[in-house]
């Protein structure tokens, strides 16, 4: 029997006027909730209370939660799937809500510009979030090769999005770690890093066997002859 999976798109729908999740929280692994103009920090505060069982949740662009709303959610202990991407949320509810998600293996953290220390954030996933799969931190700003190197202990990552992270810089030996430690590497997005060089990548290619993509637009300093490699 397929999991209860709800995908809602209309911003007309208020989960503040239905018994909804009320009646039917309990028995949700799955709540998409892109978008919405309604989910706020009633909302958030409702899942968290509800819908002990959410294995998936996303947030994506809901943009009227804020930390009152997110630090509600640490008390969700089963998520694998988290979408934050271009959300307003803080760094102290950030890491309540990965310290209490041991199964965490995908998160999306893009474009979340409210966050003062993603260094901090990959400390913490490194030290709480070992089954992590795959890590999105497109555009955040402050992540630098700290952080990076710091996801090596995150050893069944699979997939690892840095692109546009203007912080990482000349990531000096925080990708060999992250190519040693992270074995298991398919994906791999390093979009505007334009410091980074042929001698930076040679640890993915001696490292990461099943590596199958690599984004380097934008790359300036990267020769011909690493790509062919």
């Not at 995908?7 to 909804?20: A, E, P, T």
């Not at 993603?118 to 090769?145: C, H």
């Not at 390093?190 to 490292?207: C, G, K, V, W, Y």
Request: net charge neutral; charged share 20%; with cysteine.
């Amino acid at each position: 029997m397929a999991s209860p999976c709800i995908v809602i798109y209309s911003s007309y729908v208020c989960l503040h006027d239905s018994s909804f999740i009320e009646e039917c929280g309990g028995h949700l692994t799955h709540l998409r909730l892109n978008c919405c103009k309604f989910a706020d920090n009633y909302c958030a505060m409702k899942v968290a209370e509800k819908c002990k069982n959410l294995k998936e949740l996303c947030l994506r662009s809901c943009h009227n939660i804020t930390e009152l709303g997110f630090q509600s959610l640490a008390s969700l202990k089963n998520l694998q799937y988290l979408d934050l991407y271009r959300t307003f949320i803080d760094l102290g509810p950030l890491k309540a809500i990965l310290k209490s998600s041991p199964q965490l293996k995908h998160i999306n953290m893009g474009s979340c510009g409210h966050i003062s220390n993603m260094d901090d954030v990959a400390q913490t996933l490194a030290a709480y979030n070992k089954e992590l799969v795959s890590v999105d931190f497109w555009k955040t700003y402050s992540l630098t090769p700290v952080g990076v190197k710091a996801l090596h202990k995150c050893q069944k990552l699979e997939e690892v999005d840095l692109g546009w992270c203007g912080g990482v810089g000349a990531p000096g030996d925080s990708f060999r770690s992250l190519a040693t430690g992270c074995p298991c590497l398919r994906k791999l997005f390093l979009a505007a890093l334009r410091s980074i060089t042929d001698r930076d990548l040679e640890p993915f290619i001696e490292h990461c066997p099943a590596l199958e993509q690599v984004d380097l637009m934008g790359g300036h300093s990267i020769t011909s002859d690493i790509c062919v490699n």
